[in-house]
């Protein structure tokens, strides 16, 4: 008997150890979104269920930090360095870098710590990077919530102008996304990248303004300034910051720099991670 010629795959299925090519590969995700945003869920009902205090633990965690650090930094900090709103600027700084720090961390395990999902079923895998920032996504509503009755406590105007975070934040996401894709790549084949994730997030933490007014600091250093205004989870702050508090104008730096971050995070992170699609979850 003559063997039968190889058949093309189903619709939707690709060869096991081949790369589907790019565009069916992206067409397959997006079909797939449902399962990502499943997971999202389950995982964020999953992790608070763990917790005597649940729900409360997501909005508690940005707030101690902020009372932690805002006592640290008040007493050391000189008058200049700080803003007369010195509280909404530095909560407004740390409930959004929360958001960062949320899908960069998640984003490097989102291969390595679901190995035997990756290993047993078939499925476009940069669900799983969407599925950590859908979960995070899901995070930040409480914590922005919270973020506005405080501004409201301590006296900030509430304004129509807030409502202008919502694209923000979306534009953020697809930044986070593209972030989380390629320290998702990279910790499969070099698990050490998650033990730097704490150190980078302390560096970009300190480099963000989160505490002081990089302005006003930097002002007699217009390199340092810019390249300040460059960081991007510092544009992210600033624009947030721009809508919320109206004594806080994002620099034009900024409006000009988060859409270029965005776009070259997302471009960049989705090549990247699709072109070792055919290798996650064969072992290290």
Known sequence: MVDSPLRAPAPGLFEVGRRPPFGPYLVEAWRRRSFAFTLAGYKLVGGLLQNRLGVLWIVLKPLFTAVIYGTIFGAVLSSEARPNDWVP???TGVFTFEYFTGCFGGGSRAITGNAKLVQSLGFPRILLP?????EQTMRVVPIFLLLGILLLVFGVPLSWSW?????ILAMMAVFN?????IVGRMSVWVRDVQQFIPTINRILFYASSIFFQVDIVFADNPVILTIAHL???YDFIALVRGVMLVAHPAPLLALIAAPIWTVLAIGIGVVYF???EARY????
């Open 130 to 134: 969407v599925s950590v920032v859908v």
């Open 163 to 167: 409502l202008l975070v919502i694209p």
């Open 231 to 233: 960081v991007p989870t």
């Open 281 to 284: 979850g064969l072992g290290e």
């Open 89 to 91: 600027y530095l909560i």
């Open 177 to 181: 996304l593209g972030v989380a894709l």
């Open 274 to 276: 699709w072109r070792a």
